[in-house]
């Protein structure tokens, strides 16, 4: 008895490392700036149906420029490794919530207005609270489970106007620290730790600096007080009393771990409505850990899972063939590449923020304006076992490029006089005004029921050319190849697959007894040929037991 109870205890205690989604259910999709009403009818009408776990309905992690553009303006003229410093610094801000924050008056309202937080009121140009509620339902009755960026580093940056110009009308006055909506008041803030002379993070070799001292600007939070944590578990709670199944945690990094993880020990447990009795939220932190600071992912692994900042970053450099790269080397991908244990990654190919050129990973990010390559590292993604996957979904703006730099990185989402456009669907099933809908092209659709399909299933079948032409399989589930060289691919492989004819998911669908695209015939030993031209569209194959015909 004694041990089953400690292995009862045991589980509760890792629990935040689990997602919380439907059994058959694997990956999250983040529908970036979408409002709630949009969410919950894609929840019903294509997230449910197609295999998807859940919604992330924020991530983000841009800086305000009313904050920190002027201050980049000012070191224009600085060393080149002073810049480099502070634009790091400058790439580490805020997230996409669903609480009150400042309104930006212009006529397009930037992104990044979201990112300074006013009160843990649920408004914002998403919706208000019983939208927010009505998603939860909606999306949580189809088996479609709901994940809230928390953004409780902070509040808005010091230099914004005092007011009522908010998302919900609330007063506030970041000069004297007053959020009477919260309350929060000069008391609950870490001006008087911050060892740097601004106030702001000057050094990020120095971790006091990075956990005690203002974000460009934006008000520091002291979490170490019962109060302030107490504030931010109400306002954690509140969600998961809707429905809520997990949070992904802003600028962790910005945090002790051990003040994040009083805030946790605070939490509820999940919905009975949606979830067993006992159910933890899912917990994935926010850490950009690319080696050489401080501050380590791992220092938050008793917390919950971490974003793997490595993960696209390396990816896109090996499909991009950049520094002698081959897609070969994939063999051991994940732990053998210096990444977090899979058990404690939360992966994704690119964010709102790094597809911008912000946040970690460079122009090596892969993002749908490359739209062959991102289809090919989103498909290895969804198929390699490693980490938990979560898909971007996003939104087109203009670019516009000035000395290699997109001046326009800035313009939020599809818009009416500063009100988001709905998401609308046309007849190709594929997104309209200016929505792009990642998750909703073929090749990322099918990939998502590809990994519900091989869950569990080990890594195996591997094979390559020794540079750019690779397969794999998921023992006796599934089977990918690629094809990234310059010239046609034609082997017989080892499929692992039982005997049959497969439709590939990626140049087609499986329709009744037909495919609509390539057809693949596997021999009683498991083999199969396969050709792909260095030219195709989509220069890669993927075959599961549920394909077969």
């Known amino acids: 008895m004694k041990f089953l109870l400690l292995l009862s205890a045991l589980g509760f205690c890792r629990a935040q490392y689990a997602p919380n989604t439907k059994p058959g259910r694997t990956s999250i999709v983040h529908l970036f700036e979408w409002r709630w009403a949009d969410i919950a009818l894609e929840c019903e009408r294509y997230l449910g149906p197609k295999g998807f776990g859940g919604v992330q309905v924020g991530m983000a992690h841009g800086v305000h420029r009313g904050v920190g553009g002027a201050l980049e303006q000012k070191v224009s003229s600085v060393s080149a490794k002073l810049r480099n410093c502070i634009s790091y610094a400058l790439q ?34 998403s919706g208000n609270e019983d939208e927010f509620r009505d998603m939860v339902t909606r999306c949580n009755n189809v088996g479609v489970h709901i994940y809230v960026d928390a953004v409780i580093n902070h509040m808005c940056g010091n230099g914004v106007s005092p007011g009522t110009s908010s998302t919900c009308g609330s007063f506030f006055n970041p000069g004297s620290r007053d959020f009477p909506s919260v309350p929060f008041s000069a008391w609950d803030f870490n001006d008087g730790k911050c060892r ?36 931010v578990a109400e306002y954690l709670n509140h969600l998961i009393d809707i429905g809520v199944a997990g949070f992904r945690i802003d600028a962790s990094k910005h945090m002790w771990p051990g003040d994040m993880k009083a805030i946790l020990d605070k939490l509820h447990h999940l919905n009975t409505t949606w979830f067993p009795e006992g159910s933890k939220a899912f917990i994935y932190q926010e850490v950009i850990d690319l080696g050489g600071e401080p501050i380590k992912s791992s220092d938050y692994f008793d917390n919950g899972r971490v974003t793997e900042f490595k993960y696209g970053a390396k990816l896109g450099t090996v499909l991009r063939k950049w520094h002698g790269e081959k897609m070969a080397y994939l063999r051991n991908w994940g732990e053998g590449w210096g990444f977090m244990p899979s058990d404690r990654a939360l992966v994704f190919v690119d964010n709102h923020d790094n597809q911008r050129g912000h946040g970690a990973g460079g122009a090596s990010i892969l993002t749908f304006w490359d739209p062959r390559l991102y289809k090919m590292g989103v498909a290895f993604m969804l198929a390699h076992p490693y980490g938990f996957t979560r898909v971007m979904s996003s939104f087109r703006w203009p670019r516009y490029f000035v000395n290699g730099k997109d001046i326009n990185d800035w313009i939020g989402p599809p818009n009416t006089n500063g009100v988001i456009k709905e998401v609308t669907i046309n007849p190709d099933t594929t997104c309209g005004n200016d929505w792009v809908c990642e998750h909703r092209w073929r090749q990322i659709r099918n990939m998502v029921m590809f990994r519900n399909v091989v869950d569990g299933e080990l890594f195996t079948n591997w094979w390559d050319n020794g540079s750019n032409q690779v397969a794999f399989g998921r023992g006796n589930k599934g089977f990918i190849i690629f094809n990234n060289d310059d010239w046609p691919l034609s082997s017989y492989l080892q499929t692992g697959l039982p005997a049959g004819t497969y439709c590939d998911v990626i140049s087609g669908d499986k329709i009744g007894d037909k495919c609509t695209g390539i057809k693949i015939y596997v021999s009683a030993d498991g083999k199969a040929h396969f050709s792909i031209s260095n030219n195709a569209e989509d220069p890669f194959i993927a075959i599961h037991v549920e394909s077969k015909l």
Do not use: F, M
Request: aromatic share 10%.
């Open 196 to 231: 740097s002379p601004s106030g702001d993070i000057e050094n990020y070799n120095d971790a006091y600096q990075v956990r005690d001292c203002r974000l460009v600007g934006l008000l520091d939070l002291a979490l170490e007080k019962d109060y302030v944590r107490s504030k």
């Open 92 to 125: 580490r801000v805020l997230s996409l919530h669903p609480n009150e924050n400042v309104i930006i008056n212009n006529p397009s309202r930037p992104w990044w207005e979201r990112y300074q937080p006013i009160s843990y009121k649920l408004c914002t140009r």
